[in-house]
Structures are given as C-alpha cells and as structure tokens.
C-alpha cells in the first residue's frame, strides 16, 4: 500500500490540477475557515478597542474586558496561519509517498479541527456574553465589529466542524484501504511426510544363496551293528 492513494488522495507523483484541487470539498472548507478567521481578528483589532472622548485609554468595546478581546484575536490569528499550513498540505498531500506520514498529517488535521471547533464555540460563548453586558454608552465606534466578530465566530463553528468531518472520512479511508490490501499469510497446510523413493512397501524377503535348515523331525538312534 505504500504510496499507493491513501488517505483520499491520488497516487504518489501525478500531476498537480488547480481547479480540480480548488473545488475539492475540503480545500472549500479550509478557505471559508481562513476568511472567517481573518475578518474576526481583523474586526477586533481594528476596531475593538476604544476609549472615552475624556481619556485616551483605550479599551476592550466588550465590556472593557480584555481578555474577550485577546481571545477573539489569539484564536482568530491562529486559525488563519493553520488554515494557511494545512492548504499547503493538501497541495502537497498527492506527492507524498509514504503512507505513515499521510496518517500523521490525516490526524493532526483531525485533532487540530477538533480543537478548534471547540476553541470558536467557547469564543462565540465568550463575546456573546461580554457583548450582552456592554452599556451603549461606552461604545462610540466599533459596534458593527463587534457584531462582525460574533457572528463569524458563529459561523466558524461550523466551517471548522466540516473539516472534522473531512479529516475523519479521509482517515476512515485510510484504514479500510489499509485492511483490503492486508493479507493475513497462513501457512500453507503441511504434507505427509512422503516415502523414501523407490522403496516398495512389499513383505520382506529372503536374500538369494540362503539355505533354511529343517528341523529334525524327532530322536533318530544311530544304527546297530
């Protein structure tokens, strides 16, 4: 099976087509994820912080905590570059011959998406709430952002879902391709021990120039004379 189309994609070595690639479901996935990403945390440092005509301060526009802001900006940084990694890996998932490190690369996106899904749900959770206790005094600019923010956090949660559903179906292909091409080796039954050529299994005989003695049929006397 070694580089032999594993793991959902082509064998080792064919060439690269950008359209075919572009519309395969996966690579969707992972784009709309990017540009999720990229417009939370670009909303949040644009135009997430900000102060009083009194004093310039700046502060987190959901409910001056900045943890919600440092988080919507922490997660949505770190989902653009993975998302940027994992494109490239899927370019370069076809030329990769060596069946273990497709697996690897098939569960690291597995694991990644997983935890991502979660991280984007808690983060949703998270500026809903702090938007939710925010007074309407205290945001002058930036309230469009916010809710910018909130609803591709939204959304993310399921762009990222998606992509655990297509790490586990290429991962699940990998192993049934793995257990059609395994063949169990049994040993091949054992004959009877044959044989030794060229001996017949006829009764014994007697070798040729013997002589049997007879046995004396009783006592006979020697004769008188």
């Known amino acids: 099976m070694e580089g032999g189309g594993a793991y959902g994609a082509a064998k080792a070595g064919g060439a690269f087509d950008l359209g075919r690639f572009v519309q395969q479901p996966q690579v969707l996935a992972r784009i709309a994820s990017a540009v999720f990403a990229l417009i939370v945390f ?30 919507g900006i922490g997660i949505g940084v ?17 030329q990769i011959s060596n069946t273990t490190d497709r697996k690897y690369l098939v569960l690291a996106d597995l694991g990644f998406s997983g935890l991502w899904t979660f991280l984007w749900f808690i983060g949703f959770c998270f500026l809903t709430n702090q938007w939710a206790w925010t007074r309407a005094e205290d945001v002058y600019i930036g309230a469009d952002s916010a809710r910018a923010a909130i609803t591709f956090s939204f959304f993310s949660i399921f762009s990222w ?27 091949e039954a054992s004959a009877p021990y044959s044989s030794y050529p060229n001996i017949s299994h006829e009764s014994y005989q007697q070798p040729p120039f013997t002589h049997t003695a007879e046995a004396p049929e009783g006592y006979q006397p020697p004769p008188v004379y």
């Open 42 to 71: 670009a909303c949040l440092v644009g135009e997430g912080y900000s102060n009083l005509p009194s004093s310039p301060q700046l502060f987190c526009i959901f409910n001056h905590n900045e943890d919600a802001c440092r988080y």
């Open 78 to 94: 770190l989902a653009f570059l993975a998302c940027i990694f994992f494109f490239m890996v899927d370019i370069y998932f076809p």
């Open 161 to 187: 879902g998606l992509l655990i559903a297509f790490a586990y179906k290429r991962y699940k292909m990998g192993v049934e391709d793995f257990a059609q091409s395994y063949i169990d080796p049994t040993p």
